[in-house]
């Protein structure tokens, strides 16, 4: 199979939605119902796991080439930056936060980190959002450390560094709101939780 044909080559880093950063190992052709298919095989060292992608499917499931440097320095910068309340009902902050997550750019992932982080400065975070917020920080923390050639801990505390000057402006203007807020946790393990649970993980296996 000739790779020039497709939009990436081997041993080139990507990013695949929800599952983490991967490198293209093998391009290959396989049969499947008399039908000659060509297809990515991507290793995902977050989960030690190899898996098989059609290249016809790529574009479906959001999996896109790691970020260059300058937008990695710019999802840095955004996590500096401002931004509007987010709904204080934590199950539909959840959804939205898991749609982006899905969308997986690393503007949707670093507003993802952003948002949870401060939410957590205020309340700390349902059991379900703590498990989307690490997922899009260790997304984050990837993707930042293969595009600026930095080590992990590094980019760890770069992003710290970005994230925390905002968290103590913040803590202070959202903190006259906290006796108002109808954020209720005390749900967080009935029916419409599991069904939630159930779309993160489905989310994570759809190839």
């Known amino acids: 199979m ?16 929800s599952q983490g950063v991967g490198k293209i190992v093998q391009i290959m ?38 970020v ?23 199950k539909l902050r959840y959804q939205m936060n898991l749609d982006l997550l899905k969308k ?38 990837d993707e930042i450390s293969f595009a600026l050639d930095k080590p992990i801990k590094e980019v760890e505390a770069l992003i710290h560094s970005h994230l925390e000057p905002l968290g103590v402006a913040a803590e202070t203007k959202r903190s006259v709101n906290i006796q108002m807020d109808d954020d209720d946790d005390a749900d967080f393990m009935d029916d419409d939780t599991d069904e939630a649970s159930d779309d993160m993980d489905n989310g994570a296996d759809e190839d």
């Open 29 to 66: 052709e396989r049969k499947f119902r008399e039908e000659l298919l060509s297809y990515y095989v991507i290793y995902l060292e977050v989960s030690d796991m190899t898996i098989m992608v059609p290249i016809d499917k790529v574009d479906e499931l959001g999996i896109r080439a790691i």
């Open 2 to 17: 000739n790779e020039q044909s497709t939009a990436f080559s081997i041993d080139q880093k990507v990013v695949y939605p």
């Open 104 to 141: 997986g750019s690393v503007m949707d992932i670093a507003a993802i980190v952003r948002s949870l982080y401060h939410r957590s400065k205020v309340k700390e975070l349902p059991i379900l959002e703590r498990k989307l917020y690490d997922s899009a920080k260790k997304l984050l923390e």
């Open 68 to 90: 260059s440097p300058e937008e990695a320095r710019a999802a840095l910068a955004m996590i500096s930056e401002e931004f509007e309340p987010i709904p204080s009902d934590w």
